[in-house]
């Protein structure tokens, strides 16, 4: 089965006790795609690989983590050819708009509900990336991983009782899922061990960042900081997910 292919990445992510193995698998891939798109092995001169970058292009937050990679060679090879294709496709909204009277009803329509050419070519163009689409598609096999394990396997599943639980993003993303997985019997199983789950990690990171609050009273300056030192991030981490505390990506030259 494919999802077998995942089991290893998926355990090593449980092993490592973060606040969510999902978070730490979007980290790994998303660290790969980088390596792939700007990485030693020069991808970005592949006339394939740049076609699908070119056509898909790059999110504002994947423009920033390219930036912060360090490759200007790479970004600007990128960058050149996408400009070509940008430009050709930004000539061919403008020439499909006909500035004139506005319509009536019209005038009482949002501007993102206007079916101006221009305007929807450029919403199409933010909501493509090929970086992230690139981890959605792999993001999927890792759920179709999680709850393959978690029916076959039975350490699987005690392991993540025994767990932190997820941030609540993919936590989101394993219930929706669980929906069309999991027969009902196994849904019900799935929510005895999530729930309790959840609600124990959540409690304890919000007992984490009370008491690095009661840290800065003058009173409890000579304290143990107990679990507290870094329950900013971790805090951050478990209501949104990713790694607030990371340092940019860099490429290793």
Same mark, same amino acid.
């Given at each position: 089965m494919k999802e077998q292919l995942y089991t290893i990445p998926l355990n090593d992510a449980v092993n490592a006790g973060d606040e969510c193995p999902f978070c730490f698998i979007e980290r790994s891939i998303e660290q790969d795609l980088l390596d792939f798109v700007l990485g030693s092995g020069s991808s970005y001169m592949e006339a394939?690989?740049?076609?699908?970058?070119?056509k898909a292009g790059f999110c504002r937050a994947h423009f920033q983590k390219m930036f912060d990679y360090g490759n200007t060679l790479g970004?600007?090879?990128? /960058?050149?050819?996408?400009? #070509? +294709?940008?430009?050709? @496709?930004?000539?061919?909204a403008f020439a499909s708009v006909k500035p004139g009277k506005s319509v009536f009803k019209n005038k009482f329509r949002k501007a993102a509900e206007s079916g101006n050419a221009v305007g929807m070519w450029v919403r199409e163009k933010e909501?493509?990336?090929?970086?992230?689409n690139q981890y959605?598609?792999?993001?999927?096999?890792?759920?179709?991983?999680?709850?393959?394990?978690w029916k076959q396997d039975a350490d699987f599943r005690e392991?993540?009782?025994?767990?932190?639980?997820?941030?609540?993003?993919?936590?989101?993303?394993?219930?929706?899922?669980?929906?069309?997985k999991l027969a009902d019997k196994e849904r019900e199983?799935?929510?005895?061990?999530?729930?309790? /789950?959840?609600?124990?990690? #959540? +409690?304890?990171?919000? @007992?984490?960042?009370?008491?690095?609050?009661?840290?800065?009273?003058?009173?409890?300056?000579?304290?143990?900081?107990k679990?507290?030192?870094?329950?900013?991030?971790?805090?951050?981490?478990?209501?949104k997910g990713g790694y607030p505390a990371d340092p940019a990506y860099k490429m290793n030259k």
């Open positions: 394939d690989i740049r076609e699908m970058t070119d970004n600007a090879w990128i /960058l050149k050819t996408h400009y #070509m +294709k940008m430009i050709g @496709e930004m000539q061919k909501a493509s990336c090929y970086i992230c959605k598609d792999t993001y999927a096999r890792y759920l179709d991983t999680f709850f393959y394990l392991k993540i009782k025994n767990s932190k639980g997820f941030c609540l993003s993919h936590t989101g993303d394993l219930c929706e899922a669980a929906d069309c199983s799935f929510y005895e061990i999530l729930t309790p /789950l959840m609600e124990s990690n #959540m +409690k304890r990171l919000a @007992e984490d960042v009370a008491w690095m609050v009661e840290k800065f009273d003058y009173r409890n300056k000579d304290a143990d900081w679990n507290s030192k870094d329950a900013i991030q971790r805090g951050m981490q478990k209501l």
